[in-house]
């Protein structure tokens, strides 16, 4: 999506939430008259690090661009709730800044292609008032990231990363602002997190195809993975050949989406154990667990 950066003169607002199908709420204006006062104490924030960003859903995007505003000293609120063009089909999340008469916004549209997907459309990126000016993003070099790189495999305190790097760069880092570099770097390594949960599930379902191995999945009402299990042909063997001793276990949110690994392994007449289901699930409540253990059931018993 094209963005644009229009005087605020030329902006009108109204034009943004024209044609808008949402359920009654009472609107948000912003006033956006500049005073020539105004514009000589104007702040303008740099949008380079999210202007050709693509958030995954409003909550990915809500949350990372709140980090992002407080590492540029300020905060952001969500203007409405979300809403919906209807000729246009797409999504808009509007955000502003937290002080009072601040024009500064920042509107985040879906493309039609995949509506749970932003990417800013258009802003106004000047503030009116003095920002609590911390380090950003400009005042990270290689050697800090090489330190975040270290730091990441000692602690997962975010405050303790922080105090470590302002105390040996004499910077003035926020938390929000290092949170924020540890997320980018983890993205850099591993790639997206989308990406990866989409790669996933094309290698199994392949591998059931080509080996016939037991594979399903859960999707949520948006289209996002919730669970998914599988058993490969040995490990159907033996869950139903010794099945009079089954161990659960899950690991508690250990990999990059966070969600608990469920592992059963059973016990042969050796009294060697073996990994016979494994499973990835939202959460850890009870629902989750039924779903994994139904499908556990109806191999192990034969009954699929």
């Not at 709420?25 to 006033?31: F, G, N, P």
């Not at 599930?201 to 191995?213: A, P, Q, V």
Request: glycine share 2%; net charge neutral; hydrophobic share 35%.
């Amino acid at each position: 999506m094209e963005i644009l950066s229009r005087k605020p003169e030329q902006i009108e607002l109204e034009d943004l939430k024209k044609d808008i199908e949402e359920e009654p709420v009472e609107e948000t204006k912003i006033d956006i008259s500049v005073s020539h006062e105004d514009k000589e104490n104007e702040n303008e924030i740099q949008l380079s690090d999210i202007s050709n960003n693509t958030y995954k859903d409003r909550e990915s995007l809500t949350q990372n661009i709140r980090e992002w505003a407080n590492s540029h000293g300020f905060r952001i609120i969500l203007c409405t709730r979300e809403q919906v063009l209807k000729l246009e089909k797409t999504k808009v999340t509007l955000l502003q800044c937290n002080v009072k008469d601040c024009r500064f916004y920042l509107d985040f549209r879906s493309n039609k292609d995949s509506s749970n997907e932003y990417k800013l459309f258009q802003h106004w990126n000047k503030h009116n008032h003095e920002l609590e000016l911390k380090d950003g993003s400009l005042e990270i070099t290689p050697e800090i990231l090489t330190s975040l790189k270290e730091l990441r495999c000692v602690t997962k305190d975010v405050i303790k990363i922080s105090k470590n790097i302002n105390e040996k760069f004499d910077k003035k880092f926020t938390p929000q602002a290092i949170r924020y570099q540890l997320s980018k770097l983890k993205n850099e390594e591993y790639g997206n997190p989308a990406q990866d949960a989409h790669e996933l599930i094309t290698l199994l379902e392949n591998d059931k195809r080509k080996r016939n191995i037991f594979f399903t999945k859960k999707l949520s009402a948006e289209n996002q993975l919730e669970h998914f299990c599988f058993m490969t042909r040995r490990m159907i063997e033996l869950a139903n050949k010794f099945s009079d001793v089954f161990i659960c276990d899950t690991t508690f949110k250990t990999n990059r989406f966070g969600m608990p690994l469920l592992d059963i392994i059973c016990v042969n007449n050796l009294g060697k154990s073996w990994t016979v289901f494994v499973a990835l699930i939202a959460n850890s409540k009870f629902e989750s667990f039924k779903w994994a253990l139904s499908e556990f059931e109806k191999k192990s018993s034969g009954k699929a």
